[in-house]
């Protein structure tokens, strides 16, 4: 027996877990959750035999402050701001399943922030996160030789914040120069910062030949509808698009990404943004029902339980900003998609009713027959699945405000917000400079008029007295041994990359 209470080794019967996390998928941009335009259509189709969740909540944004929620089902601050990522040999859903015999394997699509550096190869057999493979950089005009034109934008940057409202001239004269200076790659191809779905899905296939007789666990991180946003010119055509050429997906993007255009300039680029991510959310499913494919071909289709879910969503102007810094905790941010596959299963109808990511992992295991890790801080809701009974959720969201770039230990330390979110009402706290905002998500879905302080005074109080014994049951419960293994971990990490860039800069 092993500490999963569980018998080790193969179980042929055992179902296997293939797990599929899609960076910035919005809850509200799938087809089963009623996406108007034909983004999913397979995920569609597996829509009525699945468990769909009307409002599943991620325990953090953006990716760094969700994943210790959906791999080891912790909150993200639980072991203290300044811990990222995951602690050395902390129980997670994937170490609990390979000690019941599983086989293991994770294809990540070259995001930093859950790689080995954060603790994510834990549990793994086999970790690819495609950080080492060559991608080629967006093309940078050579400085070496500054023309005197390029002297003169310099000398005119210099002058930029006394020039008035000539600034806003200057700022457009310029962007527009250095979109003309700035060569052009000939294809999107060689725009796109991260491997496409269809690379990690083909690693995952060759991986599966070799293990699909035995229970396995698969984990896929695609980051298509990531910014910057470069689909595949496939799915442009899925979508029913006209080609684009790389200086226009290249000048949108630029366009978008411009720190010093208002909400309302923006706005004019938002539809063709919209394209250009909702392309890549039809490349991902494309290339899921290609992996549903093989496991059908392998006879094991029948024995995945699949889960599908985003990591955190992605803002398009609803509170005027953009991709998802964290900043606020709006829907558009923490509300992401949720399908369950379970094969032989009844789908049961799932009310309007918050479920926090945090619950996942211990409800899958608890689906193919395993008990969870005692550290877990979610439980299982496969009973309540099962029975098509109703629950009354709860779910908690936080991250460190304007910790955008946590590679630096300092950016960790900012204020916290943190959000407790019921089926109809939402309270958000900021806690430096101090406030909350009470929303009525019926009356008020897209979170616009917060409520007065006078208004409904029960509830304030109510989800007021849940963030605290929140924060209260975070500093009770943490664990000091991990919170001591997570700092040196990171400070060995630090002092290895800072050794490596010393010896770098003295080698000949």
Same mark, same amino acid.
């Given at each position: 027996?092993?500490?999963?209470?569980?018998?080790? &080794?193969?179980?042929?019967?055992?179902?296997?877990?293939?797990?599929?996390?899609?960076?910035?998928?919005?809850?509200?941009?799938?087809?089963? @959750?009623?996406?108007?335009?034909?983004?999913?259509?397979?995920?569609?189709?597996?829509?009525?035999?699945?468990?769909?969740?009307?409002?599943?909540?991620?325990?953090?944004?953006?990716?760094?402050?969700?994943?210790?929620?959906?791999?080891?089902?912790?909150?993200?601050?639980?072991?203290?701001?300044?811990?990222?990522?995951?602690?050395?040999?902390?129980?997670?859903?994937?170490?609990?399943?390979?000690?019941?015999?599983?086989?293991?394997?994770?294809?990540?699509?070259?995001?930093?922030?859950?790689?080995?550096?954060?603790?994510?190869?834990?549990? #793994?057999?086999?970790?690819?996160?495609?950080?080492?493979?060559?991608?080629?950089?967006?093309?940078?005009?050579? @400085?070496?030789?500054?023309?005197?034109?390029?002297?003169?934008?310099?000398?005119?940057?210099? @002058?930029?914040? &006394?020039?008035?409202?000539? &600034?806003?001239?200057?700022?457009?004269?310029?962007?527009?120069?250095?979109?003309?200076?700035?060569?052009?790659?000939?294809?999107?191809?060689?725009?796109?910062?991260?491997?496409?779905?269809?690379?990690?899905?083909?690693?995952?296939?060759?991986?599966?030949?070799?293990?699909?007789?035995?229970? #396995?666990?698969?984990?896929?991180?695609?980051?298509?509808?990531?910014?910057?946003?470069?689909?595949?010119?496939?799915?442009?055509?899925?979508?029913?698009?006209?080609?684009?050429?790389?200086?226009?997906?290249?000048?949108?993007?630029?366009?978008?990404?411009?720190?010093?255009?208002?909400?309302?300039?923006?706005?004019?680029?938002?539809?063709?943004?919209?394209?250009?991510?909702?392309?890549?959310?039809?490349?991902?499913?494309?290339?899921?029902?290609?992996?549903?494919?093989?496991?059908?071909?392998?006879?094991?289709?029948?024995?995945?339980?699949?889960?599908?879910?985003?990591?955190?969503?992605?803002? #398009?102007?609803?509170?005027?900003?953009?991709?998802?810094?964290?900043?606020?905790?709006?829907?558009?941010?923490?509300?992401?998609?949720?399908?369950?596959?379970?094969?032989?299963?009844?789908?049961?109808?799932?009310?309007?009713?918050?479920?926090?990511?945090?619950?996942?992992?211990?409800?899958?295991?608890?689906?193919?027959?395993?008990?969870?890790?005692?550290?877990?801080?979610?439980?299982?809701?496969?009973?309540?699945?099962?029975?098509?009974?109703?629950?009354?959720?709860?779910?908690?969201?936080?991250?460190?405000? &304007?910790?955008?770039?946590?590679?630096?230990?300092?950016?960790?330390?900012?204020?916290?917000?943190?959000?407790?979110?019921?089926?109809?009402?939402?309270?958000?706290?900021?806690?430096?400079?101090?406030?909350?905002?009470?929303?009525?998500?019926?009356?008020?879905?897209?979170?616009?008029?917060?409520?007065?302080? +006078?208004?409904?005074?029960?509830?304030?109080?109510?989800?007021?007295?849940?963030?605290?014994?929140?924060?209260?049951?975070?500093?009770?419960?943490?664990?000091?041994?991990?919170?001591?293994?997570?700092?040196?971990?990171?400070?060995?990490?630090?002092?290895?990359?800072?050794?490596?860039?010393?010896?770098?800069?003295? +080698?000949?």
């Amino acid at each position: 027996m092993n500490e999963t209470g569980q018998t080790a &080794g193969p179980i042929r019967k055992q179902k296997s877990i293939v797990l599929v996390t899609v960076d910035c998928l919005r809850g509200d941009h799938v087809g089963f @959750m009623g996406y108007p335009r034909p983004v999913t259509p397979f995920l569609d189709s597996l829509a009525g035999e699945s468990f769909v969740f009307p409002a599943a909540i991620v325990a953090g944004t953006p990716t760094f402050y969700s994943f210790p929620g959906i791999l080891a089902s912790r909150y993200p601050l639980a072991l203290g701001r300044d811990v990222l990522g995951l602690a050395p040999d902390e129980p997670t859903l994937a170490s609990t399943l390979r000690r019941a015999g599983y086989a293991t394997a994770a294809f990540i699509a070259a995001n930093p922030y859950i790689s080995s550096h954060f603790g994510y190869q834990q549990g #793994f057999d086999l970790f690819r996160d495609f950080l080492d493979s060559e991608r080629v950089p967006p093309p940078s005009r050579n @400085m070496s030789s500054p023309s005197w034109a390029s002297r003169l934008n310099r000398t005119l940057q210099r @002058m930029r914040p &006394g020039l008035g409202p000539l &600034g806003l001239l200057y700022d457009e004269l310029y962007f527009r120069y250095g979109q003309r200076v700035t060569p052009v790659p000939g294809s999107i191809d060689a725009l796109r910062r991260y491997p496409a779905a269809d690379i990690l899905v083909e690693h995952a296939c060759i991986w599966l030949t070799t293990v699909c007789h035995n229970p #396995f666990f698969l984990w896929l991180h695609l980051m298509d509808p990531h910014s910057p946003y470069y689909p595949r010119e496939a799915a442009l055509a899925h979508m029913g698009h006209r080609p684009l050429t790389p200086a226009r997906a290249r000048y949108l993007n630029d366009w978008w990404n411009r720190s010093n255009v208002g909400p309302r300039r923006l706005a004019h680029y938002r539809e063709e943004i919209l394209k250009l991510y909702t392309a890549g959310i039809r490349w991902v499913d494309a290339q899921l029902a290609r992996l549903a494919d093989v496991l059908r071909q392998a006879n094991v289709w029948d024995e995945c339980v699949l889960v599908v879910t985003g990591d955190h969503g992605e803002e #398009f102007l609803e509170h005027g900003g953009r991709y998802h810094r964290p900043l606020r905790l709006t829907e558009e941010l923490i509300r992401v998609p949720l399908l369950l596959r379970v094969p032989r299963v009844r789908k049961q109808r799932i009310a309007d009713t918050p479920f926090s990511l945090l619950h996942l992992a211990p409800t899958l295991l608890d689906c193919v027959d395993l008990k969870a890790p005692a550290d877990f801080r979610g439980r299982s809701y496969w009973p309540q699945l099962q029975a098509g009974a109703k629950w009354d959720g709860v779910a908690i969201s936080e991250c460190v405000a &304007g910790c955008n770039n946590p590679f630096r230990r300092e950016n960790r330390m900012g204020p916290r917000v943190l959000s407790v979110r019921e089926a109809r009402y939402k309270l958000v706290l900021h806690f430096e400079p101090k406030a909350e905002y009470l929303y009525d998500l019926i009356a008020d879905p897209s979170e616009q008029a917060p409520l007065a302080q +006078e208004a409904q005074k029960a509830v304030r109080t109510r989800l007021l007295q849940i963030a605290r014994e929140h924060l209260l049951s975070s500093r009770m419960q943490r664990d000091p041994r991990k919170r001591v293994q997570a700092r040196l971990n990171s400070l060995r990490l630090e002092w290895t990359k800072s050794t490596k860039a010393s010896v770098a800069a003295f +080698e000949p």
